[in-house]
C-alpha cells in the first residue's frame, strides 16, 4: 500500500508558477512510475505529467510541455512537478498517482495508487 499526499497548490496569476509536491509513505515508492493527472470541474481526469522511477523518462501532455517539468528525489520518496507561465486553462484540481509498472504510461487506468489532490487556481 502506497500513500500520497500532496500540497503546494493554491491561487496565482497567469503567467506565474508554483511548484507541487506529493509525499509517498507505506511501501517504497521506488519502483513506481509516478505520475500527475488533473481534473476541472465538469471534465475528466487528463495526464498532465509523468516520470519513471529512476528519472530516466519522463513523459509530458502537449497541452503542458515545455511549461512544466517533473522530478522525483527517491531519498526523499517525493515527486514534484514544476509549473511555470501558468494559464487559466491550468485550473484545476492537481493529482498524484502510483503505477506498479516500468513501462511509463499516461492512462490513468493503469495507475493503482492516488492522492487526494490539490487545488491550483489561476486567475486572468
Known amino acids: 500500500q502506497v500513500r500520497l499526499v500532496e500540497s503546494g497548490g493554491g491561487l496565482v496569476q497567469a503567467g506565474g508558477a508554483l511548484r507541487l509536491s506529493c509525499a509517498a509513505s507505506?511501501?517504497?515508492?521506488?519502483?513506481?512510475?509516478m505520475g500527475w493527472f488533473r481534473q476541472a470541474p465538469g471534465k475528466e481526469r487528463e495526464f498532465v505529467a509523468a516520470?519513471?522511477?529512476?528519472?530516466?523518462?519522463?513523459y509530458y501532455a502537449d497541452s503542458v510541455k515545455g511549461r512544466f517539468g517533473i522530478s522525483r528525489d527517491n531519498a526523499k520518496n517525493t515527486v514534484y512537478l514544476q509549473m511555470n507561465s501558468l494559464r487559466p486553462e491550468d485550473t484545476a484540481r492537481y493529482y498524484c498517482?502510483?503505477?506498479?509498472?516500468?513501462?511509463?504510461?499516461?492512462?490513468?487506468?493503469?495507475?493503482?495508487?492516488w492522492g487526494q489532490g490539490t487545488q491550483v487556481t489561476v486567475s486572468s
Open positions: 498517482a502510483a503505477a506498479t509498472t516500468v513501462v511509463i504510461t499516461s492512462r490513468p487506468e493503469e495507475y493503482s495508487y
Open positions: 507505506g511501501r517504497s515508492s521506488d519502483d513506481y512510475t
Open positions: 516520470v519513471t522511477w529512476s528519472a530516466a523518462t519522463k
